[in-house]
């Protein structure tokens, strides 16, 4: 039997092997397993303070890494991947190493999963660890002025989405994040439905119009960088293009990376590493070095 095409033209089968990096790349748990000890090496270099609470549910946690100096230092939020339903901010904390290094405040986000919430709870979450930061600039030296995003993954997308946010609801400036990074996001939720990931997702019609940045505009006129790697499927260089081009021209600067080589998971080495094309591109964003 031939099966159903569900969205461009692609099947089930189709989606399940465009969006399954862990199939796609068969030594992930060894990528993780390498990046465990540089975790653990910048909770030893840097000042930081770890699980702070911004909010009721156990897992809106966050952590604080500051570099040297008295500051006020520009502000950038991480929010890790995993496809909103897995991992945790202590899996990549290694990430701010470059960021920290030149002279920024990074703050490693944690937020409930799905499904023990849905997408709305989790972004509101992911909203209010932004508000947090903002309203608390002065307790870690931080400048309230200079507060950008990022993310990986289903970070991408929450980077992304908050780059979307009608900040004057929360109390704050409209333009209150002043730009985002956006790695291999997923910015059109509606292959999701599709494939695999919906076994646990149960994303809704109305989600996918809510949730998709693609769909929507960077309300705060900030700049964006969106990344992707060049060994990464199709479905998601074309994800990373046509964010890109769908924002291009609405709001602030957009700036389109493929890192050569890299993969789902290497990027993140691309985004800690100091000295690479990358972690550059977000320290220019910022106004640093």
């Given at each position: ?15 399940d ?34 699980d ?35 991992r ?52 870690y ?10 993310g ?61 940045p ?14 992707v ?15 890109s ?33 990358l ?11």
């Amino acid at each position: 039997m031939t099966e159903q095409t569900l969205y461009r033209g692609m099947t089930r089968s189709d989606l399940d092997f465009q969006y399954n990096n862990r199939a796609r790349v068969p030594n992930h748990a060894e990528i993780y397993a390498g990046w465990a000890p540089a975790c653990t090496k910048v909770t030893e270099d840097f000042d930081c303070r770890l699980d702070v609470v911004y909010g009721d549910h156990p897992r809106e946690r966050l952590d604080i890494f500051k570099p040297e100096g008295d500051g006020p230092f520009p502000v950038r939020l991480f929010f890790h991947g995993g496809f909103w339903m897995s991992r945790d901010k202590e899996d990549s904390r290694f990430v701010v190493q470059g960021q920290v290094e030149a002279g920024a405040v990074v703050i490693s986000v944690e937020y409930a999963l799905i499904p023990s919430v849905d997408m709305t709870e989790l972004m509101r979450q992911c909203r209010a660890a932004v508000a947090w930061a903002w309203n608390n600039a002065d307790s870690y030296n931080g400048d309230r002025d200079r507060l950008f995003v990022s993310g990986h993954s289903a970070g991408g997308h929450i980077a992304a989405m908050l780059q979307a946010t009608d900040w004057s609801a929360w109390g704050l400036p409209a333009d209150a994040v002043k730009g985002a990074a956006a790695l291999s996001g997923i910015f059109d939720l509606a292959p999701m439905r599709h494939c695999y990931i919906d076994d646990t997702l149960h994303l809704t019609e109305d989600d996918v119009g809510a949730y998709s940045p693609e769909f929507l505009s960077p309300l705060g006129g900030g700049s964006t960088l969106i990344a992707v790697g060049g060994a990464e499927t199709e479905e998601f260089l074309r994800q990373s293009q046509a964010l890109s081009e769908a924002w291009t021209g609405k709001a602030g600067k957009v700036e389109l990376m493929e890192v050569p080589g890299a993969n789902h998971f290497t990027i993140l080495d691309h985004y800690a590493g100091p000295d690479s094309d990358l972690c550059r591109a977000m320290v220019r964003q910022m106004g640093l070095g």
